[in-house]
């Protein structure tokens, strides 16, 4: 392994364009070329680290892993080089304290030779691990933890986690996990307490479907079992939902619910459980969400809310007419942050559910990254997209709860997604929330749309602003859509990545073009809009 002579273009440090309420504050650039693969980008506790696999030049097949790392102001390294073997694709990553773990399998057979690279950040020392004896399964999901390799997959359509210790070899299987009937919707890791929970949903005898919450130790013993359902409520079924991290042994699991043998499209739950696996839920319901039509056009919203006031009246069941999924909670000292999407689909009104859960599934894969990839290595994808290919997904909503420690409703509102139609039946955008000040931020059309929330009141809505540099001598020739990425970094600033083709003056002062991968840190601040507003 060596370093390669790449290095970065580190631009401006401070921020020079702002537009509105976002700000783009620093920027990095690795040079690239247009057909390359893009870098994977996951955050760290120093700043961030990317990677990729590249092929050498010319018609050889040797392949090597690049990665770079930079602080949070985006001052990075250059680009470090690590040799692969050929034939090998990228199939899963995973950070672990100060080591990259990458998962690479030869070919498209779940049989078929697969290796595990840990890299060494800050010797750049690379160990390479053979997993030998590990089940024949399509794997979906690769995280690490305390040098064991967590490996959960399909396999005869049925679950099935297994636990590789990366220095001895030793393989173990999880038991309680392969059975008919069981999807798992949720593998989070808790490096803190060395247990990863699994969130399964199981369908019994009578096709009756719950979830379980089963946590293990490292040595794939099971810990505890929680299985939740609506108690008292035969009527009703939970069909999804997202598990937070322990706080004092207790957990929180929220997402949507509805009533059995039917659409799951009738609000959301919020079940807390205690340290002894007890809990308690509270179901909401559109009688609770005074906001929700907040996204519709004033007569259509004013309609809306005249029928729903019917339909409490004469006690009727209050159903959603599309898909609402939760995407993700933001879980702070006394409160929850609930993000849903609201969208419909055009294979019918809801997604199916049994087999493609439609809340991102395996969401939590490392860092928020999705791990599954074509064979290829190439673009991400979600379980079951093969058969449902052809779907669109038009997005209508944002939806966001403030619950309070108890899961009372706090506030209510929804944003309009203005119909926006796209084939991935993924998260829709980003969300910053500190308690009182909330920022929703997502790409469309390689523009950025920000919306703000203060104390669940909405004071701006789909303000659109186009992809800039911080460099002004500079120009965005060509962006390459289908590479760009936003993710939220921390506290109100996102992380935007993806290949550009740069205009700039060479020194002779001559016209040139250079090709990279960049990040970009941007901040959202509704202060900017008011300094500007004084400033004119």
Do not use: C
């Not at 946590?215 to 009527?235: A, I, S």
């Not at 042994?249 to 807390?272: A, E, T």
């Not at 909405?458 to 911080?470: C, K, R, T, V």
């Not at 500079?474 to 996102?494: C, H, M, P, V």
Request: hydrophobic share 35%.
């Amino acid at each position: 392994m060596h370093k390669n002579l790449l290095l970065f273009f580190l631009l401006a440090a401070l921020p020079v364009y702002a537009m509105a309420q976002v700000q783009f504050v620093q920027r990095a650039e690795v040079p690239t070329e247009w057909s390359d693969r893009d870098y994977i980008v996951l955050p760290t506790q120093e700043g961030t680290i990317g990677f990729r696999v590249k092929a050498r030049k010319g018609f050889s097949l040797e392949q090597r892993l690049q990665y770079f790392f930079t602080n949070m102001r985006l001052q990075g390294s250059g680009v470090y080089e690590v040799p692969i073997k050929d034939y090998f694709d990228l199939i899963g990553f995973d950070l672990d304290d100060d080591y990259l773990y990458t998962l690479f399998q030869k070919g498209e057979s779940y049989s078929s030779e697969k290796v595990v690279y840990e890299v060494d950040l800050a010797t750049h020392q690379v160990r390479e691990v053979a997993l030998d004896n590990i089940l024949e399964m399509e794997l979906q999901e690769f995280l690490i933890m305390e040098k064991k390799a967590i490996l959960m997959g399909m396999m005869d359509y049925r679950p099935a986690i297994q636990l590789l210790d990366t220095e001895n070899g030793s393989v173990i299987t999880v038991q309680g996990v392969y059975a008919n009937e069981v999807s798992i919707l949720q593998l989070r890791k808790d490096p803190e307490l060395k247990v990863f929970d699994v969130l399964v949903s199981k369908r019994d005898r009578y096709k009756k479907r719950s979830l379980a919450v089963m946590t293990f130790d490292l040595e794939g013993n099971k810990l505890r079992e929680v299985k939740v359902e609506p108690n008292n409520r035969p009527d009703l079924e939970i069909a999804e939902g997202i598990l937070t991290p322990m706080d004092d042994y207790s957990q929180v699991l929220i997402g949507p619910f509805g009533q059995r043998k039917r659409d799951p499209n009738m609000g959301v739950y919020f079940s807390k459980i205690n340290e002894f696996g007890e809990y308690e839920n509270r179901f909401l319901t559109l009688a609770d969400f005074k906001q929700f039509y907040n996204y519709l056009p004033e007569k259509q919203q004013a309609k809306r809310e005249k029928k729903l006031e019917r339909d409490i009246e004469k006690e009727k069941d209050l159903t959603l007419s599309n898909t609402l999924v939760t995407r993700g909670i933001v879980a702070g000292e006394n409160y929850f942050l609930v993000y849903n999407d609201y969208y419909l689909t055009s294979s019918g009104r809801t997604s199916p559910r049994d087999m493609m859960y439609s809340s991102d599934f395996y969401r939590y894969a490392p860092m928020s990254m999705r791990n599954r990839v074509r064979p290829g290595g190439y673009p991400w994808y979600y379980p079951g997209s093969d058969a449902m290919a052809n779907n669109e997904y038009k997005f209508m909503a944002a939806q966001f709860i403030l619950l309070d420690e108890q899961g009372q409703l706090v506030w209510d509102n929804s944003l309009s997604l203005e119909d926006v139609t796209t084939s991935s039946p993924g998260k829709f955008g980003e969300v910053s929330f500190d308690g009182e000040d909330l920022y929703y931020l997502y790409l469309e059309d390689e523009k950025l749309k920000l919306s703000y929330l203060q104390d669940g009141e909405i004071e701006l809505q789909n303000e659109e602003m186009p992809l800039a540099l911080i460099n002004g001598s500079e120009r965005i020739k060509d962006t390459q859509a289908e590479s760009l990425s936003l993710s939220w970094w921390y506290g109100n600033y996102f992380l935007l990545s993806g290949k550009q083709r740069i205009r700039f003056l060479d020194e002779e002062g001559r016209e040139a073009t250079r090709e990279v991968f960049f990040m970009t840190k941007v901040l959202a601040d509704a202060s900017l809009k008011k300094e500007a507003e004084k400033e004119d």
